[in-house]
């Protein structure tokens, strides 16, 4: 009881201070926009003579890069026997996406609504779970890679900037984390050895760590995945973080501004790593901030900057949210249909033209006079049990012991 408390005290105290920390947050937020109003009036004299042919192209792009996640998806479904068209699988994503960037705790959100989905195409828990964790890993491991390529562009301006650092090291846990997906043994012996040392100094878990990992390896090992499979994941992981950031890219063109070439990489990087900081929505105010303050250090010019920066934004976050919403709306009307369709079939031909609720009250009906018939046969002191036996409308479930 008392842990139990202790977990909602604990809960109770971390939301508090996610507020707090994003209220602080924003007012800096907003104070540095105070005094930097000389750039963004600047900002607003680029972005009104943007040149609509690199703004199309940055969009194609962003449509590239939905589709590219789509890809991945997809192919870790198929590694769980799940086959689903590259179609589906974008629109999924459009969608989950607009759900993760527009709610508080968007991404648990979104991840319970894919999961769902994915048992709906068929998956059971474990696999669906998996290819879950999966898909965030791959995603996780392709970014970690291309920070790693800006860092070996960026080599001795990064090193002043602490860069180098948070993006090894977020590389190298998502290669500890895809070995424990890929299934390898040594991960394993590793895990227990961490879960055990954890049950010795705070007794947490309670249970072994034997049981513990064998239980979570259960569920992320529940698929084989191959050599191929993962070159497959890693790549189209690649893609959507590629296509993405060659977005950023025409943002600059399109506002006529010179790209930093040697810093872009790790300033994306860097502005994604902090997308995923549970602050604001989508990292709203906090991708800006570190995009524009990496890439201005790396050589760009502060008003060009921002102006490419928010040109980049607009279409990867505020003109992808009304698409994504409209994507959740298309595949839950879908999902209705099919479950009108499944509801339909389930009654068959004596139910056609009465609703659910309706074809139950008629059996039950039929079940009463049933029983009434038993009654009379065989005496008040009859006794029904439950059995199972064919009558002309369906199953009778009452039976009788004489």
Request: charged residues 15%; glycine residues 12%.
């Amino acid at each position: 009881m008392r842990s139990r408390e202790a977990r909602v005290h604990h809960r109770a105290w971390w939301r508090a201070l996610r507020f707090v920390v994003g209220l602080g947050l924003a007012g800096a937020a907003f104070y540095a926009l105070d005094g930097q109003r000389g750039e963004l009036a600047g900002a607003s004299v680029y972005l009104a003579r943007i040149k609509v042919g690199w703004l199309l192209a940055a969009i194609a792009s962003e449509i590239v890069s939905f589709v590219s996640f789509g890809m991945l998806q997809r192919r870790l479904l198929a590694c769980a026997e799940v086959d689903v068209g590259l179609g589906y699988s974008t629109v999924l994503s459009l969608a989950s996406g607009a759900i993760a960037d527009s709610l508080p705790a968007g991404p648990a959100f979104s991840s319970v609504y894919v999961f769902r989905q994915y048992r709906r195409r068929g998956a059971g828990d474990a696999q669906a779970g998996w290819v879950l964790v999966a898909t965030f890993v791959c995603a996780a491991l392709s970014l970690a890679l291309l920070a790693t390529a800006g860092v070996l562009l960026a080599t001795s301006e990064s090193a002043s900037y602490d860069l180098v650092g948070v993006t090894l090291g977020v590389l190298a846990l998502t290669i500890v984390a895809d070995a424990v997906v890929w299934q390898r043994s040594w991960s394993a012996r590793a895990l227990v050895w961490l879960v055990e040392l954890s049950h010795r100094l705070v007794g947490l878990p309670r249970r072994s760590g034997v049981d513990v990992v064998e239980e979570l390896l259960g569920r992320l090992t529940s698929v084989e995945l191959s050599w191929r499979d993962l070159g497959v994941s890693i790549g189209a992981g690649l893609g959507n973080w590629a296509f993405d950031c060659a977005s950023l890219v025409f943002g600059f063109l399109a506002v006529g501004a010179v790209v930093p070439w040697r810093g872009l990489l790790l300033a994306y990087g860097a502005g994604q790593l902090a997308a995923n900081l549970p602050i604001t929505p989508g990292g709203l105010g906090v991708v800006e901030g570190s995009m524009t303050i990496a890439l201005v250090a790396f050589g760009g010019g502060e008003v060009s900057t921002v102006a490419a920066v928010l040109c980049y934004r607009i279409v990867s976050f505020w003109g992808y949210l009304p698409v994504g919403w409209a994507a959740w709306a298309a595949r839950a009307a879908a999902d209705r249909r099919a479950d009108r369709a499944a509801d339909r079939a389930a009654v068959g031909p004596m139910g056609a033209g009465k609703s659910a609720q309706q074809v139950q009250h008629d059996g039950a009906g039929a079940g009463a006079s049933q029983d009434a018939l038993e009654r009379a046969a065989t005496g008040v002191g009859a006794e029904l049990v439950p059995v199972e036996r064919a009558t002309d409308d369906g199953l009778d479930t009452w039976g009788r012991i004489g």
